[in-house]
């Protein structure tokens, strides 16, 4: 145990641990909704490295926590030459470079194997989630910003952007909160969101049951939530 702690506090092995730290903070904060996994995708782009068709922090993660590994395990066999001095400086530089060399080849390998899928259907068009329940992965969503994971009828599952309707009664929308995605804003490229206990959209009429002898006279409507503007829905 105390070899590789002194592995990972060592050189080459304290350039890949710091990053180790950044990675696992960052992916902590997505986890409890502070932050997203493709927070670099408008930023960065690495298809020129050949690392294109994974987010951005998916690609890095992959990079940072192979090289770890392996200079860890070099550091460790290092440590068991006895080399020292020029012979041991020497051995740690090559580590390094080892180390991200494979580091590189193995994220390599794991995008083009992602990129050589089975592509058995075409990737669903933002269409296909209206009317889909999702689960709020933000702190909240307000009228400027919002993310929510939801699911297409074809099992298909995204992170998408939604704001919510201000239009639609109902609590705010916060993390791990249900709600329905009842239409799609193509210029702004997100969705409009309500909460799940109002209807899909607007003027969409909820289907009537056959009329029973217990209904009212023509003329003369029910009344409740499902006549106004926002009827009620299901989210089960």
Same mark, same amino acid.
């Given at each position: 145990?105390?070899?590789?702690?002194?592995?990972?506090?060592?050189?080459?092995?304290?350039?890949?641990?710091?990053?180790?730290?950044?990675?696992?903070?960052?992916?902590?904060?997505?986890?409890?909704?502070?932050?997203?996994?493709?927070?670099?995708?408008?930023?960065?782009?690495?298809?020129?490295?050949?690392?294109?068709?994974?987010?951005?922090?998916?690609?890095?993660?992959?990079?940072?926590?192979?090289?770890?590994?392996? %200079?860890?395990?070099?550091? $460790?066999?290092?440590?068991?030459?006895?080399?020292?001095?020029?012979?041991?400086?020497?051995?740690?530089?090559?580590?390094?470079?080892?180390?991200?060399?494979?580091?590189?080849?193995?994220?390599?390998?794991? $995008?083009?194997?992602?990129?050589?899928?089975?592509?058995?259907?075409?990737?669903? %068009?933002?269409?296909?989630?209206?009317?889909?329940?999702?689960?709020?992965?933000?702190?909240?969503?307000?009228? &400027?910003?919002?993310? #929510?994971?939801?699911?297409? @009828?074809?099992?298909?599952? #995204?992170?998408? &952007? $939604?704001?919510?309707? @201000?239009?639609?009664?109902? &609590?705010?929308?916060?993390?791990?909160?249900?709600?329905?995605?009842?239409?799609?804003?193509?210029?702004?490229?997100?969705?409009?969101?309500?909460?799940?206990?109002?209807?899909?959209?607007?003027?969409?009429?909820?289907?009537?049951?056959?009329?029973?002898?217990?209904?009212?006279?023509?003329?003369?409507?029910?009344?409740?939530?499902?006549?106004?503007?926002?009827?009620? #829905?299901?989210?089960?």
């Amino acid at each position: 145990m105390g070899e590789l702690i002194d592995a990972a506090v060592g050189f080459p092995g304290v350039a890949f641990t710091s990053a180790m730290a950044v990675v696992v903070c960052f992916w902590l904060l997505v986890a409890v909704g502070l932050g997203r996994a493709d927070s670099f995708d408008e930023d960065a782009d690495l298809g020129a490295a050949g690392l294109g068709g994974m987010p951005v922090a998916v690609a890095v993660s992959l990079l940072v926590g192979t090289g770890w590994l392996v %200079s860890l395990a070099g550091s $460790v066999a290092l440590a068991q030459t006895g080399w020292a001095g020029l012979a041991h400086a020497a051995g740690d530089v090559g580590l390094l470079v080892v180390a991200a060399l494979v580091a590189y080849g193995a994220t390599r390998v794991l $995008v083009l194997a992602r990129a050589r899928g089975p592509r058995g259907r075409a990737d669903p %068009s933002p269409r296909d989630f209206v009317g889909s329940v999702c689960t709020i992965r933000t702190g909240w969503v307000d009228l &400027e910003s919002g993310r #929510a994971e939801v699911a297409a @009828p074809d099992g298909t599952v #995204a992170v998408v &952007e $939604v704001r919510q309707d @201000p239009s639609a009664p109902g &609590e705010p929308l916060a993390v791990g909160g249900s709600a329905r995605l009842h239409a799609y804003d193509t210029t702004g490229a997100f969705f409009w969101a309500v909460p799940c206990s109002v209807a899909l959209a607007p003027g969409r009429p909820r289907p009537r049951p056959a009329r029973t002898t217990e209904d009212p006279p023509t003329g003369h409507a029910p009344t409740g939530p499902a006549d106004g503007p926002w009827p009620h #829905a299901d989210c089960a």
